[in-house]
């Protein structure tokens, strides 16, 4: 019976998939550091200038997320999501080719960031709660581990071709790529069910969930996260080339993030359709938390390590609030749950990197931020051992009276 539930929605999952890996969340995050020391070399920019691309995007795609959690409601996934992942390559290209200093470079990321919400895991991972009840947490490790493919190749793959032929030229390949994708996504999503709640959005007010105190709860915890987690994966390519590492080596150091994402997506998935969210949330920061710890102490000769830990904080967070919204709250509002959470974990991406640089400008190396990084993990750690979540995933008959009620 489990089984049946992959057997019978693999196209979507696959659809899911893809669209999340090239997605503005995956795509677009994972090849900043790539093109950060390139940019700041050609305009002089120092490390925090560089850093800004970061803050600006993740500050504008906080503040579209939550009207575009409303449209997927309202209008379904797949629509919200083709779009957007049109606007990501139409992006790309704007990035290549009209960027000529810091304020032009600031614009379009702002407007790309604005244009391209849709194409974050919140449209796909409504398709797979719509799709899936007793496999819930299994099927968003299995299409969110799409991010993860990108951590993977972008280093390996885009860091030495940048290199090589400029940073320009590495924007046009990136339209190019999510172009390409864009038919394969439409195509599987044909049929799927993406309007079995969409028809009760008006029923649930906006106040009901922001009078909830586990919405603010959950804010916490993933603000600390994203500050401490992201602002590190940003800078995490420069941490490498600063130690002497070529681009190549470094590209092929920090894949392992990928790697790493990939399995800790997987196994969290597997992990929450059987045992307390709560618990498997806060032993996972305070981990990171530990990691960040050893990898600012012990420096580049624990950089391989660095990257596997912070991948596997990466291959968590996304999972997570999917996954505690979808149990917390009432599905027919899991859209405009899902875009306010996000948006804060965005919030958190946006000054977490602007903090690294800063940091780094004022030290001359990335200790300080490092140990910043992982006090903010451990008091996330702490505080997800109070989430109210216990046990696995609730039977389809309790989900669906639970979904009745809670809000």
């Known amino acids: 019976m489990k089984d049946s539930e992959f057997l019978q929605n693999w196209r979507v999952l696959l659809a899911a998939f893809i669209g999340i890996s090239v997605g503005v969340s995956s795509i677009y995050f994972y090849s900043i550091g790539i093109f950060m020391k390139p940019l700041a070399a050609e305009f002089g920019w120092t490390r925090a200038d560089s850093s800004l691309g970061a803050l600006i995007g993740t500050s504008f795609a906080a503040i579209m997320v939550i009207p575009t959690g409303w449209l997927v409601d309202r209008f ?4 919200v999501a083709l779009i ?19 304020t032009s470079y ?18 796909f991972t409504r398709l ?20 993860g493919t990108g951590a993977i190749l972008l280093p390996e793959l885009l860091a030495p071709y940048v290199a090589a032929h400029g940073w320009r030229a590495g924007y046009f ?8 994708a ?3 996504v439409w195509l599987l999503l044909i049929g799927a069910k993406d309007s079995e709640i969409t028809k009760e959005v008006k029923t649930t007010p906006i106040g009901s969930l922001l009078n909830n105190w586990r919405f603010y709860h959950l804010c916490l915890i993933f603000l600390l996260t994203a500050l401490a987690v992201l602002g590190t994966v940003a800078h995490f390519f420069s941490m490498l080339t600063d130690s002497g590492l070529t681009p190549p080596q470094a590209g092929a150091i920090a894949s392992l993030i990928g790697v790493s994402v990939i399995i800790g997506r997987l196994v969290v998935g597997f992990l929450l359709d059987r045992f307390s969210a709560a618990y498997i949330t806060a032993g996972l920061f305070v981990v990171a938390s530990a990691g960040f710890l050893i990898l600012g102490l012990g420096g580049p000769a624990y950089a391989k390590s660095g990257a596997i830990i912070t991948g596997l904080a990466i291959g968590a967070e996304v999972d997570l609030i999917a996954f505690l919204i979808s149990r917390l709250f009432a599905r027919q509002i899991y859209g405009l749950a899902y875009g ?18 800063r940091l780094y400008d004022v030290s001359g190396n990335y200790i300080s931020w490092l140990m910043t990084a992982s006090s903010l993990l451990f008091l996330a750690g702490i505080l997800s051992l109070f989430i109210p979540v216990t046990g696995p995933r609730a039977s389809s008959a309790d989900t669906m009276k639970g979904e009745k009620t809670a809000v």
């Open 182 to 184: 864009i038919p394969i």
């Open 340 to 357: 306010l959470v996000y948006a804060v974990f965005l919030v958190g991406g946006a000054v977490g990197p602007y903090l690294a640089g």
């Open 173 to 180: 390949v990136l339209g190019v790529v999510v172009a390409s």
């Open 106 to 123: 600031l614009v379009i990321i702002a407007i790309m960031s604005m244009l391209t919400a849709g194409s974050t895991p919140l449209p």
């Open 84 to 102: 957007s992942l049109a606007l990501v390559s139409l992006s790309f290209f704007a990035l290549g080719h009209f960027t000529t200093g810091l």
């Open 128 to 147: 797979v709660i719509v799709a899936f009840q007793q496999n819930r947490g299994k099927a968003l490790g299995v299409i969110l581990t799409g991010t």
């Open 76 to 79: 379904g996934s797949a629509k």
